[in-house]
Antibody
């Protein structure tokens, strides 16, 4: 069965860095784009970033562009989110989610989500 | 950015009754070259990640009960639950993926009356 497992969250001071991982299994990982979506405590969903199935295309929300970097290792079935210059407003649960359809070069609807990893940015 | 606005913000419906949630986009999400609306609906229960219900505006995701349906095109969309069940209590979000900058609606909280 399809599984996405996020890791790497924790408490970090403002201005510091953190890298999240999303380990995937149960599907042909190299055929699907992956998204990161975050949710601040008690708030709605905010899309963060998308990487295409082959890693060639990457897209970012304006709120994280220039600070966050998405990457993937298809040999390890893993997607990463490198987060630099963290701010208190980046505090959220971060979910990775798989595209509904294969071989999309662009962000699209997502069908499977991980359980999320919590990032808290606080001094 | 495309702004997605849902209405109402919260909704209370009796068990077995119909629930309707609306979503309006600030610009059309209909891609003319393939006649597809780049619109999805998600359900999020407390303490759980979101679950996709509908994509391409009206395509029900695998395993989603047929009491969930969706309609609309262009800028106006509707999610309908034909006969509300207790397990449908959740927050519902619409999402556009027409733009490479994906945006979600603010969410609609659905409760039992």
């Amino acid at each position: 069965q399809v599984q996405l497992v996020e890791s790497g969250g924790g408490v970090v001071q403002p201005g510091r860095s953190l890298t999240l991982s999303c380990a995937a299994s149960g599907f042909t990982f190299s055929s699907y784009g992956i998204n990161w979506v975050r949710q601040a405590p008690g708030k709605g969903l905010e899309w963060v970033a998308h990487i295409s199935y082959d890693g060639r295309n990457k897209y970012y929300a304006d709120s994280v562009k220039g600070r966050f970097t998405i990457s993937r290792d298809n040999s390890q079935n893993t997607v990463y989110l490198q987060m630099n210059s963290l701010r208190p407003e980046d505090t959220a649960a971060y979910y990775c989610a798989k595209d509904v359809e294969q071989y999309s070069g662009y962000p699209m609807a997502t069908d499977y989500w991980g359980q999320g990893t919590l990032v808290t940015v606080s001094s | 950015d495309i702004v997605m606005t849902q209405s109402p913000d919260s909704l209370a419906v009796s068990l077995g009754e119909r629930a309707t949630i609306n979503c309006k986009s600030s610009q059309s999400v209909l891609y003319s070259s393939n006649s597809k609306d780049y619109l999805a609906w998600y359900q999020q229960k407390p303490g759980q990640p979101p679950k996709v219900l509908i994509y391409w505006a009206s395509t029900r995701a695998s395993g989603v009960p047929d009491r969930f349906s969706a309609s609309g095109s262009g800028t106006n969309f509707t999610l309908t639950i034909s006969s509300l069940q207790a397990e449908d209590v959740a927050v519902y979000y619409c999402q556009q993926y027409y733009s490479s900058l994906i945006t979600f609606g603010q969410g609609t909280r659905l409760e039992i009356k």
